[in-house]
C-alpha cells in the first residue's frame, strides 16, 4: 500500500492516524477529502492548527487553556470565586460548563495520579491546588467548597482521597461528585443530565 501513495499524502494520513480517535480508514478519507477540498478550506485548517499551537497558553492561576495569563473563567469578576472545582483534564471543564450548573473556579490537574504509570502528585498540579487553598485559607477567605470532579476511575478516587486529605483544615468543606457517573467513566464522554445529577447529589468527604 505505501508504495501506492506519494510521499505528501502517506504523510498526512500519518498525521491524522495519530490523533485519538482516527483509524486508518477515517485518516485515509479525511486526507482524501481535503486533497478535493477548495484551496481555502486546507489553508484554513492548516492555520488554525498553528494557532493553536501558538496563541494558546495554560492559565497560570487554573491550568486551562487560556488565550491570556488569566483564562476567561478566572478573569469573570461574576464567578463565585469561593468554590472551586477539581478535575482531571481541560475537557472536563468544558463538559461541566455545558451544564450551567456551577458557576465557580476551576482548577485542572491534567492527570490523576497513578502509581503503575509512575504518576506521583508530583507530576500534576496538584502543588499548585494546595497552594491556593492555603493563600485563601491564609487571606481569611478560604474556599467555602472544594469539589473533587476527578473520573469515577481507580485513578481518579486516589486522587481525591489524596487531595481530600491534603485539604483538610484550608477550605470550609471538600466534596466528591455523586456515583451517578458510570464507573470508569470519563467525565467528558458523561451526558449533561447524568452530569447535572452527579453534581447536586456531591457528598462531603
Ligand atoms: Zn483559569
Do not use: W
Not at 483564562?71 to 464567578?79: E, G, K, T, W
Not at 500534576?124 to 476511575?153: H, Y
Amino acid at each position: 500500500m505505501p508504495t501506492l501513495l506519494i510521499e505528501p499524502v502517506a504523510r498526512l494520513i500519518e498525521a491524522f492516524a495519530r490523533l485519538p480517535g482516527i483509524g486508518p480508514k477515517t485518516a485515509q478519507r479525511l486526507t482524501y477529502h481535503l486533497l478535493r477540498a477548495p484551496e481555502g478550506e486546507a489553508r484554513a485548517l492548516a492555520e488554525a492548527l498553528v494557532a493553536v499551537r501558538e496563541q494558546v497558553v495554560s492559565c497560570e492561576r487554573c491550568f486551562n487553556f487560556s488565550d491570556a495569563p488569566l483564562c476567561l473563567i478566572c478573569r469573570d469578576p461574576v464567578r463565585d470565586q469561593r468554590r472551586l472545582c477539581v478535575v482531571e483534564e481541560a475537557l472536563d471543564v468544558l463538559a461541566l460548563e455545558r451544564t450551567g450548573e456551577f458557576r465557580g473556579l476551576y482548577h485542572v490537574l491534567h492527570g490523576a495520579i497513578s502509581p503503575i504509570d509512575g504518576i506521583g502528585p508530583e507530576r500534576l498540579r496538584i502543588r499548585e491546588l494546595l497552594a491556593r487553598a492555603d493563600d485563601g485559607s491564609r487571606a481569611g477567605a478560604p474556599f467555602e467548597e472544594v469539589i473533587l470532579a476527578t473520573n469515577p476511575t481507580l485513578e481518579g478516587e486516589a486522587t481525591a482521597m489524596y487531595l481530600a486529605e491534603r485539604l483538610e483544615g484550608t477550605v470550609v468543606l471538600v466534596s466528591r461528585i455523586a456515583r451517578g457517573l458510570p464507573v470508569g467513566g470519563d467525565l467528558e464522554y458523561a451526558d449533561e443530565v447524568t452530569l447535572i445529577r452527579a453534581l447536586q447529589g456531591r457528598r462531603a468527604i
